[in-house]
């Protein structure tokens, strides 16, 4: 294995397009470092990204929004202050990958690309609208996050291409996001369903919303029905009960070590109310 | 398969070591310099025992290459305790009997000093969630957390 | 001091010193398995199968042997033959012969100059498998045309059936166990309320964090060395002799820390593969680390266990009859714990008539260890829930019920033997006044309790103890510390000698320096080696009385030892100052030489423990998920020598029984592989799972050991799952009888519930 620091995205592109190999990119390395720990993956390159300048920063976009550099930890993007009170759901969806030791090291983009529909942190990026800018041998290009993921384990960065940043839209008046995930336990598992809510309210009336699932299909999946049913509501309970039934609608989950189907459906249902209703809130504050 | 070298610094003294890339720094830090406090109980980042202080940010070890800690700073275990004194930490330990075994103990030590860095005045459930990436099968953490809320109220003066 | 003289103040036993191994432990210098090193040192990796059951057909290392720095390759080829028995499972189960009998199984063994490089010889080792159908669940393993995994491994207590002969393994069943006591018919007849439930519990695992560890070194004479963190060196040194045809006293086994074991570490592994790769490497040292993913897939969970209890109780909550039948899978192997289980299922009661049924079944999964109190945790799960079914059914109080029918001293316990002392109405009556027992609770949160129970174990022991130049006090145990038993024999040591318990160091010793020793298993350390260091200690005191009595002229039986100092045992047998240890020392040299003392025996007057939990949970009614709100032990210690590790014992055995109840299970796919072989989704408890767990220390001291003690660390794990069960079912109103009882399975069953 040989293991490359380059200090810039095009050399790095470079690298990872002129090896006639298997190529990891290593930001945080939290799934590379396991895969490669399982002999799931023995690299021949190695590309360590963290040099790049810049990657670690965190900056105010000029509409507004954010944009996150690829190797900051999930520890640094709880630390900041701006961005947890825009985005507090896409905050908290990443805080909750993994221990505080993992949070020290694991990324948004490394736990995009590791292309698990488990990731806690995408659904609450999927909700938001965010994208991520792209750099490959063809030069740079900017996508919708929801369209990275292909599969379990798999993504649609083509050989050669390298994300080297998350892009965040203005978070804009009276909207609140949130996400929540179920597990067994308290800390450390895997998500066995996550669910995203992003929304906007004008006075009590909801005008906006976008609905993200995780672990209920192969990628994380937006459901707009599941936002319909909320669209134009107080968050009455009629309204909650019709998110519900939408986002069990939405999920075709599989049956696996982690949890059923039927258990997954179930649970998709409860927690778009429970997300909902904290995003509500959130959006109810800003107004303050 | 070139090795590479690498210089970092551990506990504040320089080293230096050759490091197959494939090598964790927890391997580094073992079978290359001697420090065998950082333990190894699973190689994927989920139990804590492999704990270090990577330029100040409490990391697990077996997910870090050794290569990566070129010109880093590296603290562990070895040197929590300050020459002969120990960190009020280790002694509420040692007194509170916060260790059965005594494998998870380095790492839950310093994920706990990290901690105490941060916030000095950690509720119970703080703790619990800091450390729950540090497991122990042991003790069921009850005087674990106890000796950390202690040796916290202690470095505050409040006990 | 006579048996039942045992004193009830005390200048040590019961406080709560600093271990002595405390400063190596917070300081990162202890050494466990994995922390040795030698000069030479070389690598081992292990290849194992990744199929559940599979005839190995051909093994090639040709490309591993080539690489460089690759020094030797080991199969099963490399192994005596002609073994029989128990040795003969080792040794299969060290390594696989013609069939690989579970996922995980060793098929070869590689040593190199580096770990990187082992590991990469032993991805080069082809192995050619013949797949062949397999079966991991126990009630699939015992039904008719279920794959038959060791043909000819039952024993006489499964005759063949009409047209099989002996060497047919029928449906698995290799062992099959029936007792019990009085009329069944009587006493069901005599109930008021009859209740059967079917139960099952999944194969968990004692997850220590330490994976285990060795360095071995053999040279082609069969003299070995071996450094290793386990339970029990001595099991180490005769395990391994066994498995490679070597004689044990020529294996020098030293004990290094361990890193938890809880049973898992009282048997072998890797370790012999270490000395036959060593021995085939020219003697270089060989270390062997298993991975995580080695340690779940290939070393020995608890068993997993189907089991059907009936009982009888009138309405007054009087047991009058009781029937289990408990059919177990402990892996590929004969030796799921379904005796143990049944032995202790009825303990805590008092009851007329019971039958105990028993199967051992073979399933293809890794052969079972120890598990803190094997079996009685499922057998626990079992008669506590339905005892507390009825409790429910006929409105009564389940502590009252549990005391009506609780076993007392002189009671006959329901697998035979008659009780001495013992504390379970002791436990009963302090739960019940305990605050946690009234605390009101608010929707959804509902309180369990249950009895358990575990015998407790002596076993071979063999204790050295030698008095210092300056009157220290050395003392040479066997038994590897795995929870703060150096501080507790440091204590009784340093309380019978009369001297501080700074100048007694404990140390545990390698297999040269002492006789056999068991493990550290069966609750026995603090028990069984402490009593051999008293009585060790006395036998010096004695020789120390002997030499001061010379120095004074006077009958040695006129010479009493007492806080530390050999004095006149009264007025007349004359005038002398005491002669204190420090005394007596240093001028041992001239007056008889060293002065020592030894203990060997399987020491009697064991004590069994009781104990009693009390736990509150919430149940989100939404998800199924159970938050533990609250938790009391109580339990009987005897007497606690070290208070603080007696409570760590106690909590520690509650954290492992709410793992088991809520998440923690072998998770086996269809094509038999394990599923969940990382710490991700082998889901023990983490510290935001628990509340702080409190305990009470009930003190109803054995009379069999000369400060009262009883083991205390296995009944711990053995009421949490039915005490949690009972919370449950209070919670929910939903009855669960599968473990564990996660989010789905709740969830599933309060669904169930409110369909009707």
């Known amino acids: ?288 | 398969m070139s090795k590479i070298h690498v210089t970092t610094s551990v506990n504040g003294d320089p080293v230096e070591f050759l490091a197959d890339p494939r090598e964790t720094l927890l391997d580094c830090l073992r079978d290359h310099l001697g420090l065998t406090g950082s333990k190894e109980g699973c190689g994927t980042g989920d139990c804590g025992a492999c704990s270090v202080m990577l330029d100040g940010r409490l990391v697990s070890s077996c997910l870090v290459l050794g290569v990566e800690a070129e010109g880093k700073r590296i603290d562990t275990i070895e040197g929590m305790a300050n020459g002969g004194e120990l960190h009020p930490l280790q002694r509420k330990f040692i007194e509170l009997a916060a260790l059965q075994c005594g494998f998870c103990t380095p790492g839950i030590l310093v994920a706990s000093k990290a901690l105490l860095e941060k916030n000095p005045d950690p509720s119970e459930e703080e703790v619990r969630y800091w450390l729950a990436g540090n497991l122990c099968r042991c003790t069921g953490y009850d005087k674990i957390v106890r000796a950390v809320l202690d040796a916290a109220a202690e470095m505050r003066g409040a006990a | ?756």
Not at chain 1, 20 to 48: E, K, N, S, W, Y
């Open chain 1, 1 to 288: 294995m040989r293991y490359h620091t380059p200090s810039t995205f095009e050399d790095a592109v470079a690298i990872a397009a002129g090896s006639g190999g298997v190529t990891r990119f290593l930001a945080g390395g939290t799934d590379v470092l396991v895969q490669m720990r399982a002999g799931m993956v023995t690299p021949d390159d190695l590309i360590d990204i963290k040099r790049i300048p810049g990657v670690r920063d965190i900056s105010q976009t000029a509409d507004s929004g954010w944009r996150i550099g690829i190797a900051v930890s999930g520890a640094e993007l709880g630390e900041h202050a701006g961005l947890s009170r825009d985005w507090p759901g896409v905050v908290e969806g990443m805080e909750l990958v993994g221990s505080t030791q993992i949070q020290g090291r694991a990324t948004l983009t490394g736990n995009l690309c590791n292309g698990s529909p488990a990731a806690d942190s995408v659904p609450g990026l999927v909700a938001a609208g965010a994208r991520v800018a792209i750099t490959g041998p063809e030069g740079t290009r900017e996508v919708a996050i929801e369209e990275i993921p292909a599969g379990p384990g798999r993504t649609t960065l083509k050989h050669g291409e390298v994300i080297s940043a998350v892009i965040l839209p203005a978070r804009g008046k009276n909207g609140g996001d949130a996400y929540l995930r179920f597990i067994p336990r308290t800390e450390m598992d895997i998500a066995v369903v996550g669910c995203a809510v992003n929304l906007r309210v004008d006075g009590d009336t909801i005008t906006e919303a976008r609905v993200a699932l995780g672990a209920v299909a192969p990628t994380v999946i937006l459901a707009p029905e599941a936002a319909k049913a909320i669209i134009g509501t107080k968050l009455d309970e009629a309204a909650l009960e019709a998110l519900a039934k939408a986002a069990s609608a939405a999920a075709t989950p599989i049956t696996d070590k982690r949890g059923t189907a039927e258990f997954r459906t179930h649970v998709a249902g409860v927690l778009a109310k429970r997300a909902a209703r904290i995003a509500y809130a959130r959006a109810k504050g800003a107004e303050k």
């Open chain 3, 1 to 756: 001091m006579a048996k039942d003289e045992i004193r009830t103040e005390y200048k040590l036993v019961g406080t709560r010193p600093n271990r002595p191994d405390g400063l190596d432990k917070v300081t990162g210098r202890a050494r466990y398995g994995a922390d040795f090193s030698l000069p030479g040192m070389l690598f081992g990796a292990v290849v194992r199968s990744p199929h559940a059951h599979a005839r190995i057909k051909r093994i090639d290392a040709s490309k591993a042997l080539a690489l460089d720095g690759v020094k030797a390759v080991v199969t099963r080829a490399d192994f005596p033959t002609g073994l029989t028995g128990e040795d003969w499972n080792l040794q299969e189960n060290t390594m696989a012969g013609d069939v690989a009998l579970y996922d995980g199984h060793a098929v070869a063994a590689v040593a190199a100059t580096s770990a990187l490089l082992a590991q990469d010889a032993a991805r080069l080792i082809e192995v050619e498998y013949e797949i062949l159908p397999h079966v991991t669940d126990v009630d699939e393993a015992i039904k008719p045309g279920a794959p038959a995994i060791r043909p000819g491994s039952a024993d006489h207590s499964v005759p063949p059936h009409e047209g099989e002969t002996p060497d047919m393994c029928r449906h698995n069943v290799v062992r099959n166990i029936e007792f019990g006591h009085g009329d069944i018919k009587d006493g069901f007849a005599k109930a008021d309320l009859v209740m059967e439930r079917t139960y099952k519990t999944e194969a968990t695992h004692q997850g220590y964090i330490e994976p285990h560890a060795c360095v071995g070194q053999m040279g082609e004479d069969g003299k070995g060395e071996m450094w290793v963190c386990t339970q029990g060196h001595w099991f180490i040194r005769r395990m391994c002799a066994a498995v490679l045809g070597i004689e044990a006293a020529q294996l020098r086994v030293t004990p290094s820390e361990i890193g938890g074991g809880f049973g898992g570490k009282t048997t072998i592994f890797m370790e012999p593969l270490a000395l036959a790769l060593s021995r085939k490497a020219g003697g270089r040292p060989v270390k062997i680390v298993m991975s995580r993913a080695e340690v779940l897939r290939a070393t020995g969970p608890t068993a997993s266990s189907s089991m059907d209890v009936k009982i009888g109780m009138t309405k007054d909550g009087t047991l009058t009859a009781a029937r289990a039948e408990f059919r177990m899978q402990g892996g590929a192997f004969p030796g799921a714990p379904v005796d143990m289980a049944l032995y202790c299922a009825f303990a805590p009661y008092k009851i007329p008539a019971i039958e105990h049924i028993g199967y051992d079944v073979l399933a293809n999964r890794p052969k079972c260890a120890a598990y803190r109190a094997p079996g009685a945790p499922m057998g626990a799960f079992a008669v506590e829930s339905l005892i507390d079914e009825m409790c429910g059914e006929l409105g009564l109080d389940p502590i009252e019920v549990r005391l009506k029918n609780a076993v007392k001293e002189g009671d006959k316990s329901s697998y035979g033997p008659t009780f001495g002392k013992i504390g379970l109405v002791e436990t009963l009556e302090a739960a019940r006044a305990h605050p946690n027992y009234s605390v009101p609770l608010g929707p959804n949160q509902g309180r369990g309790v249950a009895s358990g129970f575990w015998f407790n174990h002596g076993g071979e022991t063999s204790v050295s103890l030698a008095i210092s130049e300056d009157g220290t006090v050395q003392v040479s145990v066997g038994t590897p510390d795995i929870g703060g038993s150096r501080a507790s024999i440091a204590l009784m040591t340093a309380e019978t000698l009369g001297i501080p318990y700074e100048d007694v160091r404990v140390n545990v010793v390698e297999t040269g320096a002492l006789g056999v020793n068991e493990p550290t298993h069966g609750s026995r350390a603090t028990f069984a080696s402490g009593k051999a260091a008293v009585e060790a200690a006395r036998q010096a005191a004695r020789e120390m009385c002997r030499r001061a009595a010379k120095e004074w002229g006077i009958d040695e039986e006129a010479v009493v030892w007492e806080d530390g100092a050999a004095r006149p045992a009264g007025p007349n047998a004359g005038k002398f100052p005491p002669m204190t240890i420090a005394e007596i020392a240093s001028r041992m040299g001239s007056t008889g030489g060293p002065i020592s003392g030894h203990h060997e025996s399987v020491p009697g007057g064991v004590g069994a423990s009781f104990g009693t939990h009390v736990v509150d949970v919430e149940v989100d009614p939404e998800t199924g998920r159970t938050t533990i709100l609250r938790y009391l032990v109580v339990q009987d210690a005897g007497r606690a020598i070290h208070p603080s590790y007696v409570e760590g014992q106690y909590q520690g055995g509650a954290a492992q029984g709410i793992g088991w109840a809520l998440n923690e299970e072998y998770v086996y796919g269809d094509d038999g592989r394990l599923q969940n072989p990382v710490f991700l989704d082998y889901r023990v408890p983490v510290a935001s799972d628990l509340p702080m767990i409190d305990t009470v220390i009930v003190e109803v001291p054995n009379p069999g050991h000369p400060y009262g003690v009883r083991g205390v660390g296995e009944t711990g794990i053995t009421p949490p799952l039915p005490a949690i069960a009972n919370a449950i079912a209070v919670a929910t109103g939903a009855r669960l009888r599968h473990l564990p009882m996660n989010p789905p399975r709740v969830l599933a069953a309060i669904q169930a519930k409110d369909r009707g």
